[in-house]
């Protein structure tokens, strides 16, 4: 899905400023010719740029600005996508991988983990230490009660989040 915000930015932007353009070269040669005079001249431009010109090119910015967010917010979803059917597919995938994968940092993509597991959409866990990312049902880790990664003992660190005290691996429950 591709934004267009920024296509409609950039047509209000060149629209109202060719159209401006245009009033005012339609405005000077009327003043050449003698057909106007001066003040109806600067009424004419003042009320181009106020009603016509300004409304246009400040709807083009506003529409170019949050295109550009938008083009922004879209890319991330798609790398949490990306890392979702990764893990998903694979049942474990290497973070440094991962990174490799979406072309981003450790961070990225630890940011991202969090914001999927926010949403209720990834429940697994992660090992820091190794560099691990999991796919792991909640009702397996729940009725287990122990670490998948080392076997010790789990416990509650956050809402969806299990914590192991002995390894570090962290539980996402969704």
């Not at 005079?37 to 949050?66: C, E, Q």
């Amino acid at each position: 899905m591709k934004s267009s915000g920024k296509l409609v930015g950039l047509l209000l932007i060149a629209g109202g400023t060719i159209l401006g353009l245009a009033i005012l070269s339609w405005l000077i040669s009327g003043l050449n010719d003698d057909k106007l005079d001066t003040a109806a001249a600067i009424f004419g431009i003042v009320l181009a740029l106020g009603v016509i010109v300004l409304p246009m090119v400040g709807g083009g910015v506003y529409f170019l600005i949050h295109g550009l967010r938008e083009e922004k917010t879209i890319a991330r979803i798609d790398k949490q996508r990306q890392l979702l059917n990764a893990v998903q597919t694979q049942g474990q995938v290497s973070i440094n991988q991962l990174v490799l994968d979406l072309d981003s940092t450790r961070d990225q993509v630890q940011n991202d983990i969090y914001d999927l597991v926010g949403k209720g959409i990834f429940s697994g866990y992660v090992d820091w230490k190794s560099g691990m990312l999991y796919s792991v049902e909640a009702s397996e880790l729940q009725s287990k009660g122990t670490c998948p990664n080392c076997g010790g003992k789990l416990e509650l660190a956050g809402k969806g989040l299990i914590r192991c005290p002995y390894c570090g691996a962290e539980i996402f429950l969704s």
